[in-house]
């Protein structure tokens, strides 16, 4: 089977993380450090705040803005599950705005239609990788006092701050999007730290108190304390990335230009082969993407079969297709909280025609040509 991405692993890879275990320093050490300094330049942001998954990313973000029980959070329903679940794991109440058709991220039209009073944040989602075009809605956080991020009083903020879901696009520079951007680093993203993610951030006050909220929110560490004593101010969790993980992210971010470098010319290969093939709409760009995922819609008025079964022909032929995603709202724990289908009609009716055809760097020319013949011919075989 061809799988729709794995990661990719060499033996520089493997050094560094020998190296991590050889230098002494096992939890948040310089090598942590040193990793969230060459993320964050990398991507164009002052600070790096490096915790052990994409999810509690986007907790401390949350928390790090004061989003609470009350507050409304506007994302995307075309995601993994832990977008929305963090919002509700805050207490707050996630309202979805429905994507664009062509792009499957949402916009400043679908987000605007759902703003209302109890609006506290706007997270957009780079779905595959694709930047979500946001930029109108994008505020900087106005009149948060530095240092007192994480209780600023609901009228201090006087803009809608946006935190972008980022978990697939690393690798892409967007530094005019989002006061805060969170990064995943799972095996199944561009480069990876096996589990992990990544805060960024040109805010030293929101850099500081993610910080302490990966910390158990104790606000110092062995790096600054200077006797026994340390000081809780508020609940975190343990969120600290180990040494050898960010030893190996150092590691793959080095090849992360190449790796993306690689993803764009598959994707330009797989581009001009559906583009235009009957039964196959391909999705809208026209904003930067670090092609994490190539995902097409099938016109299902042009077929005989359905979505799922297009899907078990292409497995059934060693092709690993996948699907991204299931609107989350369309999840039993939303549907307790009232969701119901209908929500957002264009995710729906994307969710139904979607498929992810397989894209990694280590993908042989031969696979390539096999996954456009193979979709190709099933799809032919098909049509009406």
Known sequence: MIPYTQHTIDQSDIDAIVGAFRAGHLATGEIVREYEAAFALHHGYAHGVAINSGTAALWCAYRALGISVGDEVITSPLTFAATANMIVAVGATPVFADVDAGSLNITQNTVAEKVTDMTRLIVPVDFGGQIADVRCLDRAVMGLQRGKVGS???????????????A???GVAATNIGVIRCYSTHAAKNMTTCEGGMILTNDDGIAGYARMLRNHGIDSDYHTRTSHAYSMQTLGFNF??????????LSQLRKLGEFNARREYIRAQYDGAFNGELGITLRKGGMPSSNHLYVVLLDLDALRYDRDHIFQLLRDAVVGVNVHYRPVYLFKPYARMGFQPGLCPNAEWAYARLLTLPLYPGMEQWQVEYVISTVKSIISAALK
């Not at 600023?152 to 980022?166: E, G, S, Y």
Request: cysteine-free.
């Open 152 to 166: 600023a009083p609901r009228h201090k903020l006087r803009n809608i701050p946006v935190v972008v879901d980022a």
């Open 240 to 249: 600290r990335l180990p040494d050898p993980l960010a030893a190996l992210g």
């Open 168 to 170: 697939h696009s690393v």
